[in-house]
């Protein structure tokens, strides 16, 4: 590709990027966020203490089958 060619298109690259960016810094973006705030999204996700004790139980379980094939493998290769 020519170098002008090039140039050309990074000319008209970079006026797409001015307008977009014109565009945007003419919105202060709260419209967005009491939409947000309306539909009740976002906001901090919690878990409860049953959730969070399956969760443990599954990883001790996840671990325990972990060490015991470790340990299997070490044992076969001695």
Do not use: C, F, H, Y
Request: overall charge positive; charged content about 35%; proline content about 1%.
């Amino acid at each position: 590709m020519e170098v002008s060619r090039i140039l050309a298109e990074l000319d008209r690259e970079i006026e797409r990027l001015k307008e977009a960016r014109a565009l945007l810094a003419g919105t202060s973006g709260t419209r967005n966020a009491t939409k947000a705030s309306l539909n009740g999204a976002g906001g901090k996700r919690t878990m409860s203490p049953a959730g969070r004790r399956k969760i443990a139980e599954a990883m001790k379980k996840r671990w325990a089958e972990r060490r015991r094939a470790a340990a299997a493998a070490g044992k076969s290769s001695k």
